[in-house]
């Protein structure tokens, strides 16, 4: 949520369609979740804090609802739609992370075929944001009477089939463009890639560390601010696109 707004402004600064740019800025950023999510999962799994059971129950509804996005939704919709919905759904996370509401814990975790929907909806949406889908995937696991570490750690561990299903679905679903800048393999921007990746896969660990020992509850409010400042380029950039 933090890399789209700036990949679209390096885009757009090098000549890259307001449509397109935002659509390369969330492809690109989710890509990266590929090589960040390992760095980070190892991290928590070394605490033995991820809930691997319930991985494998999530993911085969994850890979289905990040096809449909990435090769079906994200590739029919426009790149202003798609910025609307991103400030939006940043927004609205941002506003969740400030008030530092969780739900109460009020059931259980459902069964297969009940995991397997939720994969759905977390794969599909993070897919057309461009996000790891721990804004979905923490609050109901929590509700599901996890525990609020490993529902973060499992979150981490979901990342992965997250990024690498949509990620294959924008090269996809892209692959047919003609006026992609160079050095783009479908929708994903490789430079971006390169360097984003390069440089998180470094601190990813250090974060899932520091996530057990600093403040949480105060950097989420400085963290939500400065989500709202993106999430109001980002509706900008939407708005004003043509």
């Known amino acids: 949520m933090v890399m789209v707004p700036f990949i679209t402004v390096i885009l757009s600064e090098r000549g890259v369609g307001g449509e397109l740019s935002v659509k390369m800025a969330i492809a690109t950023s989710m890509a990266t979740i590929v090589f960040t999510s390992i760095s980070s999962v190892r991290a928590h799994h070394k605490r033995g804090a ?19 996005a990435s090769m ?23 506003t969740q992370m400030f008030l ?8 259980q975790i459902p069964g297969g075929a009940g995991l397997m929907g939720a994969g759905g ?3 599909f949406i993070s897919g057309l944001v461009g996000a790891g889908g721990g804004f979905i995937s923490v609050p109901f696991m929590t509700w599901c009477n996890v525990a609020i570490h490993r529902a ?7 990342g992965f089939p997250i990024a690498l299903a949509n990620a294959v679905g924008y090269v996809l679903s892209g692959s047919h463009l003609a006026d992609l800048p160079p050095y783009s393999l479908g929708y994903i921007w490789l430079p971006g890639l390169a360097v984003i990746a390069s440089c998180s896969i470094f601190t990813a660990p250090v974060g899932a560390s520091a ?32």
Do not use: C, E, N
Request: net charge positive; proline share 3%.
């Open 50 to 68: 991820v809930r691997w059971d319930l991985v494998k129950s999530f993911a085969p509804g994850i890979v289905v609802g990040a096809a449909i």
């Open 72 to 94: 079906g939704v994200f590739a029919a919709l426009k790149g202003s739609s798609l910025a609307l919905f991103f400030a939006l759904f940043v927004g609205f996370s941002a």
């Open 100 to 107: 530092d509401k969780k739900p109460a814990a009020s059931r």
């Open 121 to 123: 909806v977390i794969g």
């Open 152 to 158: 973060v750690a499992t979150s981490a561990a979901l």
């Open 211 to 242: 996530a057990h020992k600093l403040p949480v509850k105060r950097l989420k409010r400085v963290f939500a601010s400065i989500l709202y400042l993106l999430a109001a380029y980002m509706l900008y950039r939407g708005l004003a696109i043509r």
